[in-house]
C-alpha cells in the first residue's frame, strides 16, 4: 500500500503554466468557473450556490490535502500566476490499488489552447513520479468530446462503459472510464 504524503503541496510549472494550491484569493475566479454554464455541461453537476460554497470547497480541498486522499491545484498563466483560470488534480485515492482518479476545469475562455493538456500532463507525472500512483482513472460523460480527446492525447484508453449509472438533474447518465498506467521503467 502506499504512503502517501500530499503535504507540504508540490507546485508544479509547465512552459505556460503554474500550478499552485487554491487560496480563499481564488474563491471568486472559482465561482465563477463553478457556475459557468459551458463549464457545467459534461460536469454532471449542479452549480454552486455562493461564495460560501466555495469557500467550504476550498475548505475540503485543504482538508483532503491534509489527509492524504486528494490534491486539486489551481491552474493559472505562468504570466498572471495569481488569476485562476482552472483546476486539475488527483481525487478519489485508493492507496492500496496504487490508483486515482483526474479531475479537470477550465475556464472557457482558456479553452482549444492546449493549456489543460498542458496541466494535466503535468498531475499524471506528478501521480506517477511522486505519489507512485500505478494507474490514473478518468471517468467522463461519455458525450464530452472534448475530455475525451484529451484524455487519449495523454495515452489514456478507454476501459469501461457504464450504462445510466449515474443520476443527475432528473435524469440517468452513462459514464465513460479512461485510464492510464505508468509507464514501464
Known amino acids: 500500500m502506499l504512503d502517501l504524503q500530499l503535504l507540504p503541496l508540490a507546485e508544479l510549472r509547465t512552459p505556460r503554466l503554474v500550478l ?4 480563499p484569493a481564488d474563491a471568486p475566479a472559482l465561482f465563477a468557473l463553478r457556475t459557468d454554464a459551458q463549464v457545467l455541461t459534461y460536469l454532471d453537476r449542479e452549480p454552486e450556490n455562493s461564495l460560501a460554497d466555495i469557500e467550504a470547497l476550498i475548505g475540503r480541498i485543504d482538508e483532503n490535502l491534509a489527509s492524504n ?6 491552474v493559472a498563466r505562468a504570466e498572471d500566476e495569481a488569476q485562476l483560470i482552472g483546476t486539475c488534480g488527483l481525487w ?3 492507496p492500496e490499488h496504487h490508483r486515482g482518479e483526474i479531475g479537470y476545469m477550465l475556464s472557457p475562455a482558456a479553452w ?3 493549456l489543460m493538456a498542458e496541466a494535466a500532463a503535468a498531475v499524471c507525472r506528478y501521480g506517477f513520479e511522486q505519489l507512485k500512483l500505478h ?3 478518468g471517468n467522463v460523460n461519455p458525450h464530452n468530446a472534448a475530455s475525451i480527446r484529451l484524455l487519449e492525447q495523454l495515452g489514456f484508453v478507454r476501459e469501461a462503459y457504464f450504462r445510466e449509472n449515474y443520476y443527475c438533474r432528473g435524469q440517468f447518465l452513462d459514464s465513460a472510464i479512461y485510464s492510464l498506467l505508468a509507464p514501464r521503467q
Open 112 to 114: 482549444g489552447a492546449g
Open 20 to 23: 499552485r494550491r487554491i487560496t
Open 135 to 137: 494507474s490514473i482513472e
Open 69 to 74: 486522499t486528494g490534491v486539486n491545484w489551481a
Open 92 to 94: 478519489r485515492l485508493i
